[in-house]
Each structure stands twice: as C-alpha cells, then as structure tokens.
C-alpha cells in the first residue's frame, strides 16, 4: 500500500473560507499531482510538481494554489471557498520518469484516499 | 485531441460472474495503459500496467489486454466478489513530455451482487 497521506478525509466549510488541504508522502518521490474529481466523472489534473521549490497549473483551470517548500508535503489552498469547489481532490506521487531507448518508465503514480470538500 | 474513453458507464453483475470492462483511447504518442481500481471515497489504486509491446498482463482473477494497432483494452474479471464493487478507471500515458501526463477515463461502475 502506498504511503501518501491526505487530511482532512473530508471537509465542510461555509463560503468564503480559507482552507488548506493536506498532502504527504514517505516515498521521497519527487513529482506530485492534484487532482479534481467529481462524480461519475474523470479525474482533472489541476496542480503538480517536479520537485521542491516547483509547482505548475495543470489541465483544468483551478483558483487553488499550492505550495513545494518540502519534498514530502505539497498543500493546496483555496483563499475564499465557494459552493463550486465542492469535489473531492486526490493528491498523488510519483518517481521522476526516466527514459531509455523507445521505453518510458511507468511512472506510476500513487494516489492518497482523497478529501471530500463541501462549500456550503 | 487526447481521450479515453470507458464502457459500459456501470455495470451489475452476480458474484461468481465473469466481466470485461472496454476502454478506448486516441492518446498519442503512447507509453503505457494501466488500469485502476477506486472504491468509492478512496484513491485509484493500480491493477495492471502494460507498455507498447505486451498485449496481456493478469493479475489475479483481473487479467487485462492491449491492442495498440486498434487502441483498444479490456479488463476482465472472473469469478467477480463482492469486494469487486468499484469503479475501474482506464488511464493512458503519452511519452511526448517528461511529465508523462496520464489522460484518465470516466470509469465503469461495478456493482456485484450477492
């Protein structure tokens, strides 16, 4: 079982909020994602990392903004909750790719239990 | 533009049943296709990983396939269990930036009954 940790598990919390959502992983890998997923849906890629002191915006915009100061913490937060960031968000980690030949390393990533957040 | 695309949406069965989950994709240049596990409020957890050149990989009673020529995989379940129940999530990978950006699927929803 990996070992990426998230909390809170889940979160409700009233508009206008500050929040932060919580990211750590023991694995010392190197890139870290979040992710964006609502029901029946798939998952958005919204923030990652190639290491500490990097962070970029991913595919689907998000007013989130994350942080990289240690290599096993990678926060989120959002400064003024609203009702349409309700989702849950999974933080995930992976080991940096490597490439020989034709063949890419897996590059799998590993993903955290996710938190449920409700914007009332 | 790259997609992956999932079916059946969802799915029931009877436990003791066999079933095979289709995924699609267009995503280019290709790397690797994996198969995930999400029981509801957790995270996916990974099944089965398989590169360009494996067109098997089987893990316990999962077994996937890959044809990279019609870019297409399934995953099939045999003699499902209750603790099947979850969704199973196609996720493609491009080897066209270091990121190695992974390109997820809406799922298919299993549902097994006793």
């Known amino acids: 079982e990996a070992d990426i940790y998230q909390t809170p598990r889940y979160l409700v919390i009233g508009t206008g909020k500050k929040i932060t959502l919580e990211c750590s992983q023991t694995?010392?890998?190197?890139?870290m994602y979040w992710y964006q997923q609502d029901p029946g849906m798939e998952l958005h890629l919204i923030h990652y990392s190639y290491g500490v002191n990097s962070t970029e915006k991913g595919d689907l915009s998000s007013e989130s903004t994350v942080s990289r100061i240690r290599t096993e913490h990678f926060p989120l937060t959002l400064e003024s909750a609203r009702p349409s960031h309700t989702s849950q968000y999974l933080c995930?980690?992976?080991?940096?790719?490597?490439?020989?030949?034709?063949?890419?390393?897996?590059?799998?990533?590993?993903f955290g239990p996710g938190t449920r957040l409700t914007v009332l | 533009k790259n997609q992956v695309e999932q079916s059946p949406q969802s799915l029931i069965i009877l436990e003791g049943k066999n079933c095979t989950l289709q995924?699609?994709?267009?995503?280019?240049?290709?790397?690797?296709l994996r198969w995930y596990k999400q029981d509801t409020g957790r995270g996916p957890v990974s099944l089965t990983i398989m590169t360009f050149s494996e067109n098997t990989k089987s893990n316990g009673r999962y077994t996937a396939t890959l044809d990279a020529d019609t870019k297409q995989s399934s995953l099939h379940i045999t003699a499902s269990q209750l603790s099947d129940s979850a969704s199973y999530i196609c996720?493609?990978?491009?080897?066209?930036?270091?990121?190695?950006?992974?390109?997820f699927g809406r799922g298919t929803q299993l549902t097994v009954w006793p």
């Open positions: 694995m010392g890998h190197d890139k």
């Open positions: 996720v493609v990978s491009d080897r066209g930036s270091t990121l190695g950006r992974l390109y």
């Open positions: 995924c699609n994709y267009t995503v280019s240049p290709f790397s690797n």
């Open positions: 995930a980690s992976s080991d940096a790719a490597s490439r020989t030949g034709d063949k890419s390393s897996y590059n799998e990533q590993f």
